[in-house]
């Protein structure tokens, strides 16, 4: 009697931690890990979301891991913790944390307004480095567009003035209006106005087309770029290293019935992203392998840790 009544304490225990969990999203509001990990989150009952932003993900990424492993908050956020410790945001990375879900990847391009005179990204390059003061819209060191300038600035050799913007929906807006002259986005959040005509995609960051999408390959401009390649943006939910075993298997298989939902598999097939549908070993493999990539790249790129800051973001 006393072993069912211990049972039935631990499920309700655990069902009022489900109702309660709260998932910590690392990006502003409308942002690309925003808009994914809220769909993913709607699938599921009693997880709320809320953002918590700063330092590239970095400010949700400690707030989790100075809390309890209980498995009552989660971490959603991108690929920018296997960073940190290369930019001196702490030692605080996704090795203190267990991948309940590795959603999926994406390709990222190039944009610029509609009516910018640049036709091609090489034609950005050489305007830079023929020393005019191109401003690129970014996301605060250890962003996607930071990263990505970094790795084609050991290329290309070419700086821009980059200036930033609290999450990836700001400075593609930037872009739109004309406060920028480009910037690096992800196809899910410039789809919609690539074909409303208020931006133009100029190049894809990819070695092979994109279904749907007839844009110019980075590698067509710079072909040495193909050993880099593929390279993309990732998003997954964290629960901090010691949680209960039997609380993060809960986790896993609560995400793997959001990610396999049929709302959310559409949402990846019209974004064009790629699903990994990861946990646990697997997940983390994935992660250290797309960190010993881009690192190596970045240690031999020429890191620019200066920013001109947008008022008003």
Same mark, same amino acid.
């Given at each position: ?8 304490m ?23 890990t925003?808009t ?7 699938q ?10 700063g ?31 290369l ?6 990375d ?16 190039v ?12 034609e ?14 970014t ?14 600035g ?7 003035v980059?200036?930033?913007?609290a ?6 807006d ?7 002259? +480009? ?41 040495? +770029? ?6 993309g943006? +990732? ?12 609380v993060?298997?809960r986790?896993?298989?609560a ?20 699903g ?38």
């Open positions: 009697m006393k072993r069912l009544l211990a049972c039935v631990a499920a309700v225990l655990w069902a009022g931690s489900a109702y309660g969990a709260q998932g910590i999203i690392g990006w502003a509001e409308g942002g690309g925003d994914l990990m809220r769909l993913l989150a709607s599921m009952s009693g997880v709320t979301t809320v953002n918590k932003t330092l590239a993900g970095a400010v949700a990424t400690n707030f989790v891991y100075n809390l309890p492993a209980d498995g009552e908050t989660l971490l959603m956020n991108a690929e920018n913790p296997t960073l940190y410790k930019l001196g945001y702490g030692d605080v996704y090795s203190g944390f267990e991948c309940v879900l590795l959603a999926a990847t994406e390709v990222v391009g944009i610029v307004p509609a009516n910018s005179k640049w036709q091609t990204f090489t950005i390059v050489n305007a830079a480095k023929e020393g005019r003061e191109i401003v690129e819209a996301t605060n060191i250890g962003g996607m567009p930071w990263t990505l300038t970094a790795m084609l050991s290329i290309t050799g070419a700086s821009f980059q200036e930033w913007y999450g990836d929906l700001a400075a593609r930037a872009v739109i209006d004309g406060k920028a002259d +480009f910037t690096f986005c992800k196809l899910q959040m410039g789809r919609e106005a690539f074909r409303d005509g208020k931006l133009r995609f100029i190049s894809l960051i990819a070695k092979s087309p994109v279904e749907g999408w007839n844009v110019p390959l980075i590698t067509e401009e710079y072909p040495a +770029f193909a050993d880099n390649l593929p390279w943006p +990732f998003y997954g939910v964290f629960v901090k290293k010691g949680t209960p075993a039997e993060v298997d986790w896993k298989k995400f793997a019935d959001a990610y396999k939902s049929e709302a959310f598999q559409k949402f990846l097939a019209e974004s064009r992203m790629e990994l549908g990861l946990s646990g070993d697997e997940a983390m493999k994935y992660i250290d392998e797309w960190q010993a990539r881009t690192l190596a790249v970045l240690s031999k790129a020429k890191l620019n840790m200066n920013f001109r800051f947008n008022a008003g973001e």
